[in-house]
């Protein structure tokens, strides 16, 4: 059962909207604190969230569009709030979205070194001085209606957060938005493109791209606001002209407490099925321990056990590789591979999001071995007997809730070193508001729907499988669950004393798997033998041993907001048309000895500046013809990569320049960034370039065959 939409007379004219509601009705929550009140303190100013809106202009009326998209106006305005920006969404989907209107609050809660005091005496809002057109279309067609498109001016002071949008081409009166005290603001960054006007070479179009803060995770102030930005061709600044907001009470009010957890997670605990096919179930950490899991400690040849609640196990310090953790060695060992699913239980992580206006709850699951993985080439399937295979498997999904209004708002779903949102209009349900979570065959990785989805590359038809379907094996965490831990609840919750270790649930064996590979190699086609034997080089690096993972507290989305791959190409038909192209890019490895001219410009993402790290360096040779050059900068990076559209063509550095090594390919970069700075895989292929002003369209770093992104 998918999520219902109904139809609203949102419309004052014409049209009506097709609006999402979850399935089933919001209960009431406990009552306790600022949960779930429409309203949050963020210091010195109140939000509320607005999702009722008007239709200012669809841009199905114009026949260059991709992807096309309708502005609104929000409705509905409580008296008092002041309209930060208008709304911008896919037109095809269900209208889900919201945006925040603020109203000056009476006590301040402000404790930043910015505002405590406020010496200017600055109110918190105020209005724009002027606005700018920054983009209109069909101004003056008979019979297509206009759209204009405007840019506050913010005092001296103050930010905007988001554009105006109208109908028609008189300017704005001042007093329909407000702008934000600078530092009652924070850094914002794009997000998603949502529409692409113009001609198909990008440098000459206009976009549309949905925002999120820089500064996000359980410890983030950065508050979203809902609206967007535009962008007129490759002219993407360092600093963007719009920002979000920041959360700068020392308190967070809308956080649900203990009893509202609860009733959260009973309301909406997904059930996870698991495939019926499945070998290696998952179970609770205790029965793992009970049954002969081994702690081992390096330089020891001999394990010991573990204690049913992991008193034994070491705790703190970080993955140093001097323990791990063991299946037993006896004829106990098959037997705890298979797990126990009437043990198993999901083990709950509730973090604020978002500025403390959502709320993450984040599920675990264990499940003490990882099977094989199945390699698909065409038609024929290939069950690799090691490769991927390794001991105590940790995976995780997160539901993220409106602190407003307590509704659930999209589910993360964890894939591999990766994921993706899934908004709650397009998740399936079992029951009421509880979604449903499909853990693929061995691997146990999230999908939000049943079916095969492929590790690797379409167009060649080869990758990993990852199969995904509904059966008997399934565990319904609404009941079975257990919380771990509530940081900002303080000593509420009890942590578990096997949460605080921190190195590997496995242990690490490089097993030869090029004997593996070579046999399957060998088997295929002439043809198909190149391709294939490429593929197999850019493997996730779990693949060629086994090694277990870290424990959940380990992990950096522990603390940071998840990670996101670019899964759904249609979004970004830039990108779409890069991989359709036959044409890649050449990955030079040969030893450089000599610099050409070059130019060195950083690129200004801003998430680099809040980690307050220092910029990339980049040697932009030259545009759309050669490549990028990008190598470390002071202690930046350790990782360096040059590509090239030209095989013949190679890049020589002095001696002082020479990397400590060459990569074949520009995953272990990526994953580098996506490890270190939690950049999602999006704004990396698609940010990064257009900050460089390179054409996307000659920007290829091996979206499909490396990260899965065609499937």
Request: hydrophobic share 35%; net charge negative; charged share 20%.
């Amino acid at each position: 059962m998918r999520g219902s939409c109904r139809i609203t007379n949102a419309i004052a004219e014409s049209s009506s909207l097709q609006t999402f509601s979850l399935p089933a009705p919001i209960p009431q929550w406990p009552r306790g604190q600022g949960f779930a009140s429409g309203l949050v303190n963020l210091g010195e100013i109140e939000v509320s969230k607005i999702n009722k809106f008007e239709l200012i202009w669809r841009s199905s009326f114009m026949p260059d569009t991709k992807n096309a998209v309708a502005f609104y106006r929000p409705l509905g305005v409580p008296d008092g709030f002041h309209i930060l920006g208008h709304y911008c969404q896919p037109s095809d989907k269900p209208l889900h979205g919201f945006v925040l209107v603020a109203r000056e609050v009476e006590t301040c809660m402000s404790q930043t070194a910015d505002d405590i005091c406020n010496q200017d005496n600055l109110p918190p809002l105020k209005n724009p001085l002027d606005f700018k057109l920054v983009w209109n279309q069909n101004a003056g067609r008979m019979g297509m209606p206009g759209v204009y498109i405007w840019l506050p001016e913010p005092p001296e002071g103050y930010n905007a957060l988001g554009y105006l949008v109208t109908n028609k081409p008189d300017r704005p009166l001042l007093d329909e938005m407000c702008c934000v005290r600078s530092g009652l603001t924070d850094k914002c960054q794009t997000y998603r493109k949502i529409l692409t006007v113009g001609s198909r070479n990008p440098e000459f179009s206009f976009q549309v791209w949905s925002l999120r803060p820089c500064d996000r995770g359980m410890l983030g102030k950065g508050v979203f606001v809902g609206t967007f930005f535009c962008s007129n061709g490759l002219n993407m600044r360092n600093e963007l002209p719009v920002a979000c907001l920041k959360n700068v009470n020392p308190v967070l009010q809308a956080m649900p407490n203990l009893q509202q957890i609860h009733a959260l997670i009973n309301h909406y605990g997904p059930t996870v099925f698991f495939h019926p096919e499945e070998t290696y179930l998952p179970s609770s950490v205790d029965w793992f321990f009970k049954n002969g899991a081994m702690l081992y400690t390096k330089g020891v040849s001999k394990g010991e056990g573990i204690h049913a609640s992991g008193s034994n196990l070491p705790t703190g310090g970080s993955n140093d590789g001097m323990f791990w953790i063991d299946l037993p060695s006896d004829d106990r060992r098959e037997f705890v591979k298979r797990g126990d699913l009437k043990s198993a239980r999901l083990y709950v992580h509730v973090k604020a999001a978002l500025g403390g206006t959502f709320t993450d709850i984040a599920m675990w699951v264990f499940c003490p071995f990882n099977g094989p993985a199945t390699l698909k080439i065409g038609i024929k399937n290939i069950t690799l007997s090691k490769i991927g295979e390794h001991v105590g498997d940790w995976e995780h999904f997160t539901l993220r809730i409106c602190n407003f209004s307590g509704e659930l708002y999209s589910i993360y779903f964890s894939q591999h070193s990766g994921g993706e949102w899934v908004d709650a209009y397009d998740l399936d349900y079992i029951k009421g508001n509880r979604a449903i979570v499909y853990s693929s065959k061995c691997g146990h990785a999230s999908y939000p729907r049943p079916g095969t989805c492929i590790q690797g590359s379409g167009k060649l038809g080869i990758g990993i499988r990852n199969d995904a379907s509904r059966s008997n094996l399934c565990v319904d965490s609404s009941i079975h669950y257990e919380l771990i831990a509530a940081e900002y609840l303080e000593n509420e919750v009890t942590e578990p004393e096997w949460l605080q270790f921190m190195r590997e649930w496995g242990p690490k064996i490089v097993y030869g798997t090029k004997t593996e590979l070579d046999k399957v190699i060998n088997a295929l086609p002439r043809l198909l033998k190149y391709p294939v034997r490429n593929f197999f080089n850019k493997f996730p690096v779990e693949l060629y041993g086994e090694e277990g993972p870290t424990g959940p507290k380990e992990k950096n989305n522990w603390i940071q907001d998840e990670r996101c791959f670019c899964s759904r190409l249609a979004q970004f038909p830039e990108i779409q048309e890069t991989i359709d192209k036959p044409l890649k890019i050449t990955l030079i490895d040969r030893t450089i000895t000599e610099l050409p001219e070059s130019i060195e410009k950083p690129i200004g993402l801003n998430f680099l500046e809040m980690a307050g790290l220092r910029r990339f360096a980049v040697k932009q040779l030259s545009v759309c013809s050669c490549g990028l050059y990008v190598y470390k900068h002071e202690t930046m990076m350790e990782d360096i990569q040059f590509t090239s559209h030209d095989p013949s063509f190679s890049l020589n550095l002095p001696e002082t320049h020479k990397p400590p090594q060459f990569l074949d390919s520009n995953q272990r970069l990526v994953q580098n960034i996506l490890d270190n700075f939690q950049l999602d895989l999006e704004t990396i292929t698609i940010q990064v370039p257009l900050i460089l002003d390179v054409n996307p369209l000659h920007v290829d770093i091996a979206l499909e065959e490396n990260f899965n992104v065609g499937n």
